[in-house]
């Protein structure tokens, strides 16, 4: 059960009404975390922004998927990993991936850029930075743009998830892979 349940309209005070309203006009995102930042406008407005650039930055969608996956499991974010479990398996990236990433095992990549960003993510979660050897052929594979996003993308998923966990945001009913143990 959430520690803090999301506030309903007639709760919020002027700025957080606005801030949904805004949100809800654009097309924004409002459940799992959002609930929670909405109860200070000025973060939730901020939320709002880089969930956006994350979701259309240089990285294209089943690469930046696939940094998200190894952030929010190392992170254990259950409802960051139902939603993000889905949302990756809606781009391509195999369920076999997404269950051994899961698994916390390596999965079998028959893409040799897929086992950079899977590489790079693992590191960071783990060590918060990357030794020299991996450096080199990520920006190799990557360029500094891309590379630079999945580091940026790596950081942020790892704040969701630690948002959830600490406010304890019931995952979805309806995810298809739920987080194990």
């Known amino acids: ?8 309209p007639e709760q919020m005070n002027d700025a957080q009404a606005q801030a949904y309203e805004a949100a809800l006009a654009r097309g924004g995102r409002l459940g799992g975390p959002n609930g929670i930042h909405l109860r200070v406008p000025e973060l939730f407005e901020i939320n709002q922004e880089m969930s956006t650039y994350f979701r259309s930055n240089t990285l294209p969608a089943r690469l930046r998927q696939l940094a998200v996956l190894v952030a929010v499991r190392h992170w254990e974010g259950a409802y960051a990993w139902g939603v993000q479990a889905r949302a990756s398996m809606e781009v391509g990236i195999p369920k076999e991936v997404v269950e051994a990433i899961n698994a ?4 079998d990549f028959g893409d040799a850029l897929d086992q950079v960003v899977h590489d790079v993510a ?10 020299d050897a991996l450096f080199a052929r990520a920006h190799e594979a990557l ?15 790892s704040a ?10 019931d995952p979805p009913a309806d995810i298809p892979i ?4």
């Not at 059960?1 to 309903?8: G, N, Q, S, V």
């Not at 916390?104 to 999965?107: A, K, L, N, T």
């Not at 693992?122 to 030794?131: D, H, N, T």
């Not at 739920?178 to 143990?181: R, T, V």
């Open 160 to 169: 969701v998830a630690m948002w959830v966990n600490v406010f304890e945001v």
């Open 122 to 131: 693992s590191e960071l979660v783990r060590r918060a930075a990357l030794g």
């Open 143 to 157: 360029g500094f743009n891309q590379l630079l996003d999945l580091i940026a993308t790596v950081g942020f998923y």
């Open 104 to 107: 916390r095992q390596e999965p």
């Open 1 to 8: 059960m959430a520690r803090i349940d999301p506030l309903k």
């Open 178 to 181: 739920p987080l194990a143990p």
